[in-house]
């Protein structure tokens, strides 16, 4: 079945050429022009990707994002138009997978969509043959699942993706830059405070005290760890 594709934007003659070179690959797209219209769509049908724009009337992108995050990991690649960094970073804090700056290159938008969705998916070899345990926690490489003391933890595809990487390499320091071509898996142009966000994210969610972890570590002017202790 052909993977369904909300692209939001109120660019008409954006959303014309993603529909095309989208279609051509094989997805099916479905399309709103402000956040209003891309809510009721997402919560009538059923998704495999978003392509999302932070600046659209009725409802900004950010808002829309936030609400999908309540009930969905489906993963998101917002699209800014603006220059200023805090916009990007907003959007990752909110959920987004990841971001990309108009005008872009339609080749890279079509890269970076099969590289999230193959991760979401859990179609990488690497990632189907483990089952993690560490402390109380349990990382399922197969349903790309995460318990913690037996209850579920919610985990974007990029947030697990990072967790998975640790996971396997407990006690290894990992730069940004490092965990940027390890997990982000292509020739990222983007900050790398994006890989801070996201970490601090996972924390949010995995660690009951943020300020004293369990599990993932800062090695000042290093980088980040994940802990070697069972």
Request: aromatic content about 10%; overall charge neutral; hydrophobic content about 40%.
């Amino acid at each position: 079945m052909a993977k369904r594709i909300l692209l939001v934007d109120d660019e008409p003659l954006i959303i014309k050429g993603l529909k095309y070179t989208l279609e051509q690959e094989g997805f099916e797209t479905d399309s709103a022009a402000d956040g209003e219209e891309a809510l009721a769509k997402f919560f009538a049908g059923h998704y495999d990707f978003i392509l999302l724009d932070i600046m659209l009337p009725k409802v900004d992108g950010i808002t829309v994002c936030q609400r999908i995050r309540e009930h969905s990991n489906v993963p998101i690649i917002m699209l800014t138009a603006k220059g200023e960094q805090i916009d990007k970073i907003l959007g990752l804090e909110y959920g987004a997978d990841d971001y990309m700056t108009k005008p872009f290159n339609i080749l890279e938008v079509k890269a970076r969509i099969k590289t999230i969705m193959r991760r979401a998916t859990g179609s990488s070899q690497n990632e189907t043959r483990k089952v993690v345990r560490v402390h109380d926690m349990e990382i399922n490489a197969i349903n790309r699942s995460v318990k913690l003391g037996g209850k579920e933890v919610r985990l974007t595809a990029k947030e697990f993706d990072l967790l998975l990487v640790f996971a396997n390499n407990r006690g290894k320091v990992f730069s940004r830059e490092s965990l940027l071509e390890t997990v982000w898996k292509y020739d990222y142009t983007g900050d790398a405070r994006t890989v801070d966000v996201h970490i601090r994210r996972l924390r949010e969610k995995i660690e009951r005290n943020p300020t004293q972890p369990e599990f993932i570590f800062t090695k000042w002017g290093v980088g980040y760890y994940f802990t070697d202790k069972d």
